[in-house]
């Protein structure tokens, strides 16, 4: 299945062996959302192709003359911020391999769905790579928003509450009522949330999950969670879980108040 990403995960490969290149080629091939942008037949040709490209996944023979995969890990250092997934022969190299911090191992000759397998795993890891980037991205986004002093006028049991927007953390649903949650106090009035989505700007306002409705202003950080879900975190500490089916709405309404 293709990622959601806009563009395909890059893969260099590196391999003294022609053929060993030919397969991986053949196999990242098949996948959708993997390009393969380089081949290197050494060590040294790799070290200056990962260095300029900064692939998303490296592909690393352990044995090669002169230059190794452990040395080209070692000259690389902190620039690398590839998915390492070394590839050799000689299983004794497996232990060093993920001391020196790969992250998967391929061990020749491997079959398609051992491959297959290890794909799977790396691409996991770039999505909770690609999650936790547009987290920190859209975070340092929802400082630069404005704020307004619009406010919602909310008629009450013979009462008129006016509330401006600026104070609205987020409303949440309480039987038939609506809680308006506005920092240090809170205000519950007989509204249902169906009718308050339609009193507010749905610019500065989006519903997060069927009981919940935040103000985009309030939100100070998204934050993935292990099962792939994501979460906000309000202004106030408050932390609310994103559903799925809202999350292409948050997301859109946080980058539309730049």
């Not at 306002?205 to 993935?224: C, D, G, K, T, Y």
């Amino acid at each position: 299945m293709t990622d959601a990403r806009h563009d395909p995960w890059r893969s260099v490969i590196v391999d003294d062996e022609p053929l060993a290149r030919q397969t991986l080629q053949l196999l990242v091939g098949r996948e959708r959302d993997f390009v393969v942008t380089a081949e290197c037949g050494h060590g040294a040709e790799a070290i200056d192709v990962v260095t300029a490209q900064g692939p998303d996944v490296l592909f690393l023979d352990v044995q090669m003359p002169e230059v190794d995969g452990f040395e080209v890990l070692r000259r690389l250092g902190d620039a690398l911020s590839a998915l390492v997934v070394f590839v050799t022969a000689h299983d004794q190299y497996a232990v060093h391999a993920f001391e020196q911090h790969a992250f998967e191992y391929l061990l020749k000759p491997f079959s398609d769905e051992r491959f297959a397998l290890v794909l799977d795993r790396v691409r996991n890891r770039l999505r909770e790579r690609s999650q936790a980037r547009m987290a920190t991205h859209l975070t340092e986004l929802l400082a630069s928003v404005p704020s307004s002093r619009r406010t919602l006028v909310v008629r009450d049991a013979g009462r008129t509450i006016v509330i401006p927007h600026d104070e609205i953390l987020w409303v949440e649903a309480e039987d038939y009522c609506a809680r308006f949650h506005l920092g240090t106090r809170s205000v519950l009035v007989r509204e249902s949330l169906r009718s308050l989505v339609a009193d507010l700007p749905p610019a500065r306002f989006v519903r997060v999950h069927r009981s919940a409705i935040v103000n985009v202003n309030a939100i100070r950080a998204l934050e993935p969670v292990t099962s792939g879900d994501q979460r906000l975190i309000l202004n106030d500490g408050t932390v609310l879980k994103l559903s799925r089916t809202h999350r292409t709405e948050v997301l859109e309404a946080i980058g539309n108040r730049r």
